[in-house]
């Protein structure tokens, strides 16, 4: 695989981008180059990621266990994309078709992850948020790709370094944590485990650069940065209504309107799914690293009863609030 040898990479030194260049700034640096990506998973995060890889110039292979799965993938993918070229192409219809067109082109479905993994320089993990479930997954792949292929990881909430010891190349491991919803969240964490390579990290922020993300460090700490504060600040607000203190309309009206925030708590977490927090706490409150038996993490009946009733949130069409429409487009009653 191509290696290539970078200078200091010079960036535009702005505020926003002042963290992307002490990153990148690491001088005579190596990075592998990466052409083509394969992102595992199509649903809401995956297809996501697809999305930006190949609006950036990327080959990328979709892959999903089922062609639904990625017809499913495929249509968040377009109605996305129809969002982005409404404002690039506003009266120029025809650019706009070009556009949809030109990334589509770069996109290739799959369901076999070994064979997409084998011709990939860089692979990410979008798949259901299940420790066993992504180790098999990854076991698999490291039998089928090259030694210098990289491996990613999306997850939460998962310890990167259990996931990556499912694989012979914990030097070329790491997590890349993309935010809901992908095309429009500016950020893209890096997580580094204590084998993670120099040149992996520099290649992964070069990528996600090249994406229009603007990549922070982070240690494999349960939630790395944004979680971490997100999610105690989520759980304190269902305390809050369940105490009786304030409505949750109230509490999202608080939020948005005293703290600039732009959707309170309760739209949030509708929007990341129920499931997806009760999930997060419940493996943080069992065995996160510095977290198990925190109040601050502890379970909420709120949630849990939402959740045992099928209320996911947005994704479901009802959590905290109803809704209407279809997938990441669904719109609140
Ligand atoms: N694809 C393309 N563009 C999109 C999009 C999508 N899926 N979703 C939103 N946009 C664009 C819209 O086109 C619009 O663009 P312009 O402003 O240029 O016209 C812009 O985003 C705003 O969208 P809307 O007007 O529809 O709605 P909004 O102003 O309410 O913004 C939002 C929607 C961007 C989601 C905003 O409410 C927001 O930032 N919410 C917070 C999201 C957040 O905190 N995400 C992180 C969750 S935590 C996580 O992801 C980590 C984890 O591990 C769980
Ligand atoms: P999702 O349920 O929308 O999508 C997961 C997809 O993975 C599904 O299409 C499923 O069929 C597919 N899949 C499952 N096992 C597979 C396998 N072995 N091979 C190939 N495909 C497989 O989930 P999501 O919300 O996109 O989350 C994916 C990952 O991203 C999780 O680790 C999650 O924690 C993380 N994440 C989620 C959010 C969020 O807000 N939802 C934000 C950041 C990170």
């Known amino acids: 695989m191509l290696q290539v040898k970078t200078a200091s990479i010079a960036l535009r030194a702005t505020a926003r981008n002042v963290t992307a260049s002490r990153i990148l700034a690491a001088s005579m640096s190596t990075v592998t180059e990466v052409k083509k990506i394969t992102v595992i998973g199509s649903g809401l995060m995956g297809a996501g990621v697809v999305q930006v890889a190949a609006q950036s110039g990327y080959h990328v292979n979709m892959v999903d266990l089922k062609e639904d799965f990625l017809a499913k993938g495929e249509k968040i993918i377009t109605s996305s994309l129809k969002r982005v070229a409404k404002k690039k192409y506003a009266d120029d219809a025809a650019g706009s078709q070009k556009f949809i067109d030109d990334v589509m082109s770069r996109i290739t479905l799959s369901t076999n992850s070994e064979k997409a993994a084998a011709e990939s320089q860089l692979v990410i993990e979008a798949i259901v948020e299940n420790l066993k479930t992504k180790q098999a997954l990854f076991k698999a792949l490291d039998a089928a ?5 990289i491996f990613v990881s999306n997850t939460s909430s998962l310890p990167i370094g259990d996931i990556a010891s499912a694989t012979s190349r914990l030097d070329r491991f790491a997590g890349l944590h993309f935010f809901n919803p992908v095309p429009q969240m500016k950020l893209v964490e890096i997580i580094r485990t204590a084998e993670t390579s120099e040149d992996v990290f520099h290649t992964l922020a070069t990528v996600t650069k090249k994406m229009g993300k603007v990549p922070v460090a982070c240690k494999d700490t349960p939630g790395f940065i944004v979680n971490r504060l997100l999610v105690p600040y989520m759980m304190e607000s269902l305390r809050l209504v369940e105490r009786g203190d304030a409505s949750m309309q109230d509490v999202d009206v608080a939020m948005k309107l005293g703290a600039g925030y732009p959707m309170g ?13 009760k999930f997060i706490t419940e493996g943080w409150y069992k065995s996160g690293k510095g977290l198990v038996g925190d109040k601050l993490i502890a379970p909420s009946p709120l949630l849990e009863r939402l959740v045992a009733e099928g209320n996911f949130g947005r994704k479901s069409g009802k959590g905290f609030y109803s809704y209407e429409g279809v997938g990441a487009d669904k719109g609140k009653k």
Do not use: K, N
């Open 265 to 277: 708590p309760f739209e949030l977490m509708d929007y990341v799914g129920l499931d997806t927090i």
């Open 145 to 149: 790709a090259p030694q210098e292929t």
